[in-house]
């Protein structure tokens, strides 16, 4: 069974940086991302990277997050540096089942940026 262990979420001031891993057990992911959402908004792609190494970023988060994955050990990361106010957020875990083809979420980790 598809298992996800979110961790690095926390309490930043502006301009600083956090790094958030997901662990993903239970088969290979094609597709391995994250998502936040906000209070009130709705859930967002932040970014994604496929199993080759291909990524997708939102436009908000480019030149400042960084999205990578060990597929060794089903393992995706979020760098994110220069964090700003309106980033805060509960960051989801998203991963793409390889086969059967089945999507899963992580329970969310909460970031916030101070002022």
């Known amino acids: 069974q598809v298992q996800l262990v979110e961790s690095g979420g926390g309490l930043v001031q502006a301009g600083g940086s956090l790094q958030l891993s997901c662990g993903a057990s239970g088969g290979i992911f094609s597709i391995m991302g994250w998502y936040r959402q906000a209070p009130g908004k709705q859930r967002d792609m932040i970014a994604t990277?496929?199993?080759?190494?291909?990524?997708n970023y939102a436009d908000s988060v480019k030149g400042r997050f960084t999205i990578s994955r060990e597929n060794a050990k089903n393992t995706v990361y979020l760098q994110m540096n220069n964090l700003k106010p309106e980033d805060t957020a509960v960051y989801y875990c998203?991963?793409?089942?390889?086969?059967?083809?089945?999507?899963?979420w992580g329970e969310g980790t909460l970031v916030t940026v101070s002022s």
């Open positions: 998203y991963v793409r089942l390889l086969w059967p083809s089945r999507d899963y």
């Open positions: 990277i496929t199993i080759g190494g291909n990524t």
